[in-house]
Nanobody
């Protein structure tokens, strides 16, 4: 079970950090990801981190501005969002999967577990 938090209203150029806490004792084995869905648009990949790996993957639209991290001891992952833009406004979802291949890391269908979303609104 995943629970996301940390969303809110921020001005363009500002920062927010989202958190996602996972239940269970196999957190370190999970591939983790953040997706987002803006009003009237399809869900899109934001960032991911594979299990047992320090490498992270980002959508081009957030590369250099967002950072995904994980704290296995706390069973928590984070999304640090800097230099926020109005187009970053969306509901953000955390997702996890115990097995995932690299080619599918940006595919929502590859993730078995999803948290409820947290709203991020960036005012211009």
């Amino acid at each position: 079970q995943l629970q996301a938090s940390g969303g809110g209203l921020v001005q363009a150029g500002g920062s927010l950090t989202l958190s996602c806490i996972a239940s269970g004792d196999t957190f370190r084995r999970y591939a983790l990801a953040w997706f987002r869905q803006a009003p009237g648009k399809e869900r899109e990949f934001v960032a991911a981190n594979r299990q047992a790996s320090s490498r992270s993957y980002y959508a081009d639209s957030v590369k250099g501005r967002f950072t995904i991290t994980r704290d296995n001891a706390k069973s928590t992952m984070y999304l640090q969002m800097n230099s926020l833009k109005a187009e970053d406004t969306a509901v953000y979802y955390c997702a996890a999967s115990t097995t995932i291949i690299l080619s599918a890391i940006a595919e929502g269908s590859a993730y078995a577990y999803w948290g409820r979303g947290t709203q991020v609104t960036v005012s211009s």
